[in-house]
């Protein structure tokens, strides 16, 4: 039997709305669509499974995510066929790029043949999407070689310490540093390029394994991206004194390594960037780069342009939603292919979502407090 805290956050996360109401004739996508705010739609992500293979403290918790935990049933999962149909959608809608998430994308069984099925479709452009994933690593080094070939253009790798005590502590499972940088080894010798690592970094946990991380990775390709601990959900006990701050941790960095700020790759790009000088003080690309995603001190609200497709077919409109719309539900009770089209467009027109920008004026709730609990990372996807 389940205690009431996790019967809470199982019906929480299955609340849906239906989407609202259009009136009048269905429109084509024109692939420019965008908010009240003016922000387009550029980036879908997709989380495959609610399930994952580690119980990382500041997402899955095992005393709330245990052995008893209900996770979803597999008749209540977006098929792949069903992700590549409204996927396909999304791209007309003007998306550009498609990230697969979890829990832990990489447990979803056959997840290369979705990847496959994804490739085949096109944008606006007339181009195929990009295509990223976001894993732990602990099945990516026997899987590396057929995502890049069904595929997959980018991996990111989630690691949040080298030092394996920490490391260990943190993913809650015992798994080993060795097994995640193996992974991202095997990574690139399936062809991948520009893989990233993402550390999340939480004050009198991991915050001393800032400079090792950075160490260990300049100047092998891989960019470092440096995550501030944020209140995603109801179950990770966040507190602001555990968070450290972007500006702090390149203060840390700069103390040891010179660093010059660099141009986003893309408009809406989360993640500041900053590369490797060399003795010049110029950016050196042999050295890279590091980023860093500050959603909590310095929120990005403004240009965000992605949207979040759940495992059972909620779509929610904010990484911090409390609430989604229930797109399997008319997928499932026939809807067209015109009216799907026309519920995204629906809901992304009345968007109006910019929760980082408001967090500190906002009542922040413990976690066993009433009222609306936003919608868990692990299963809306980070």
Known sequence: MTTGKRASIVDSRRIGQMPPAHSGSLQAPTGLLTDLRGRPLRDLRISVTDRCNFRCTYCMPKEIFGKDYNFLPQASLLTFEEITRLSALF???????????????????????????????????????????????????KKARGLKEAGLSRVTVSLDSLDEAVFQAMNDVGFPVAGVLAAIDAAQEAGFERIKVNMVVKRGTNDQEILPMARHFRGTGITLRFIEFMDVGSTNHWRMQEVVSSKEVLARLQAEFPLVALQPTAPGETAERWGYADASGQYDPKLGEVGFISSVTKAFCGTCNRIRLSTEGQLFTCLFATQGWDLRGIMRGGATEEQLSQAIADIWHGRNDRYSELRASLPRKDDDGDGPRRIEMSYIGG
């Open 91 to 141: 791209l007309a809608h003007g998306v550009h790029k498609i990230r697969l998430t979890g829990g832990e994308p990489l447990v979803r069984k056959n997840i290369e043949k979705l990847v496959a099925m994804l490739a085949e479709l096109r944008t606006t452009e007339h181009a195929p999407p990009e295509i990223t994933l976001t894993t732990n690593g602990s099945l990516l080094a």
